[in-house]
């Protein structure tokens, strides 16, 4: 029984049998599927594999069509997204011959065309599906059931705000112990893609015809991005037309990443006035950021000090932690093991 995270750039597979609390599957696998390109010579791909995914992917995109399935959080395009699927099964069943239940994150704004498509394309590969959205699943994956307990212990799935900074889209939503309504939650449709897309455009500005790839810039922030004031100087090393130049980049990682703040803080305030105001001072306490962009260096200090420099009563934000991208398929399969039998929905072939 799998729980299911997935991403536009990386997705996140955790599996166990009904009736324990044994993860016996844990991977996460970058979003992408290679299909090899005609006439490659036999053996340049191991196996004279014709569908390479993830790393491998990755690795081989030198002689492969690399096609990302999704975008957004939804499904972009159905044949690659099947044969990716079809892939995260093999992982959570290698015998193919279980029963395989399956919950899967959605995201906070998807539309009922973008959950018909999910339950297209995992028709035939997995036997029952439950969809639910991700910033719930999130919660539930952070939450430490050994201190729910606990007096002192706040549990995130009783009411928190939840900051999923993902590749394409940065999903806010108030999690309040029940699965949110669209009220609870606003999508906005810049990320960590459209960051790096700001770097690679300024970058191109600066140094005409560099060479550098988005994979590049994407790395360069995974390393170095940061928000809040500029850390000039923030000396870069890069391969330029074979040779190595060091870049000062501390003011092109700045601007690219504070736009992110520029966008989220508003609908972040948005959702505090939408709390209610017997929530409202408990939630403050329990603002959680998490995705990929979770890892700009300074994200939490920053939003911390908007809020009270605006004069929110003593907000405290706090970062999910390096085990970020494993928390939405926790909580899908922490979902799974608690399901009734009558959620689960039938996929007929």
Not at 167 to 196: E, M, N, R, W, Y
Not at 305 to 315: A, C, F, Q, R
Request: aromatic share 6%.
């Amino acid at each position: 029984m799998p729980g299911f995270d997935l991403g536009t750039n990386k997705s996140c597979v955790l599996a166990g049998a009904a009736g324990t609390t044994d993860i016996t599957v844990s991977k996460v696998v970058p979003s992408v599927v290679g299909y090899v390109k005609d006439g490659i010579v036999d053996g340049i791909i191991t196996g004279n594999r014709r569908i390479l995914f993830g790393e491998d992917a990755v690795a081989s995109m030198l002689h492969i069509k690399l096609i990302a399935p999704l975008a957004e959080g939804v499904i972009a395009e159905p044949e690659a997204a099947r044969d990716f699927l079809q892939h995260i099964r093999s992982l959570a069943d290698p015998s193919g011959n279980a029963e395989i239940r399956a919950v899967v994150g959605i995201p906070a704004n998807a539309d009922e065309q973008a959950r018909d498509d999910i339950r297209r394309s995992v028709q035939g590969i997995f036997d029952r599906i439950l969809r639910i959205p991700e910033p719930f699943l999130a919660a539930l994956g952070y939450r430490d059931d050994a201190r729910v307990s606990q007096p002192n212990y706040i549990d995130p799935v009783v009411n928190s705000l939840f900051i999923d900074i993902g590749g394409d889209t940065s999903d806010l939503c108030l999690v309040q112990g029940c699965f949110p309504t669209p009220k609870d939650q606003i999508s906005i449709p810049f990320a960590g893609d459209a960051i790096d897309q700001l770097m690679h455009e300024e970058l191109n500005r600066t140094y005409p015809n560099n060479g550098l790839s988005r994979l590049k810039m994407r790395e360069i922030k995974e390393t170095h991005g940061y928000v809040g004031p500029s850390r000039k100087p923030l000396d870069v090393k890069v391969v330029m037309g074979g040779k190595t130049h060091t870049l000062e980049l501390g003011d092109v990682i700045g601007r690219a990443s504070n736009a992110l703040i520029d966008k989220i803080y508003p609908a972040l305030t948005t959702l505090i006035q939408r709390a209610s105001s017997d929530s409202v001072v408990d939630l403050l306490q329990n603002i959680i950021v998490t995705g990929g962009g979770s890892q700009l260096k300074g994200i939490d200090t920053l939003l911390q000090k908007k809020l009270t420099d605006d004069g929110y009563e003593s907000p405290k934000v706090r970062l999910a932690g390096q085990d970020y991208k494993r928390y939405v398929a926790l909580g899908a399969l922490k979902a799974a093991r608690a399901a009734r039998e009558n959620q689960w929905q039938v996929l007929l072939n």
